[in-house]
Nanobody, 123 residues
Framework: QVHLVESGGGLVPAGGSLRLSCAAS????????MGWFRQAPGKEREFVAT????????YYSDSVKGRFTISRDNAKNTVYLQMNNVKPEDTAVYYC????????????????WGQGTQVTVSS
């Protein structure tokens, strides 16, 4: 059975940094894309960033490009999201997502999801 466990969320002041981690278990994910989505209260879930199965390609939403960095360690089945210069609008529940995807930006493409970790940015 596949499990994705996120960690690293919390309360951070605007301009600060936070690092999210997602540890996957239950199978080998080296051929899967691993990424992050987020959902703020009253809003739809939105794409944040994805790392291709090889780690050679990364994709970011325009709202986080230049501030967030996604990386992965296939040996540990873990994906990370380094969040720098965070803004109040980054406040959301962040979800780890894994799948063999054609459209990295579309949440329906991902097969496995974590339970989410809350990130709150204070102004």
């Amino acid at each position: 059975q596949v499990h994705l466990v996120e960690s690293g969320g919390g309360l951070v002041p605007a301009g600060g940094s936070l690092r999210l981690s997602c540890a996957a278990s239950g199978r080998t994910f080296s051929s899967y894309a691993m990424g992050w989505f987020r959902q703020a209260p009253g809003k739809e879930r939105e794409f944040v960033a994805t790392n291709s199965w090889s780690g050679g390609s990364t994709y970011y939403s325009d709202s986080v490009k230049g501030r967030f960095t996604i990386s992965r360690d296939n040996a540990k089945n873990t994906v990370y999201l380094q969040m720098n210069n965070v803004k109040p609008e980054d406040t959301a529940v962040y979800y780890c997502a894994v799948g063999i995807v054609a459209d990295v930006y579309h949440s329906d493409e991902y097969t496995y999801w974590g339970q989410g970790t809350q990130v709150t940015v204070s102004s």
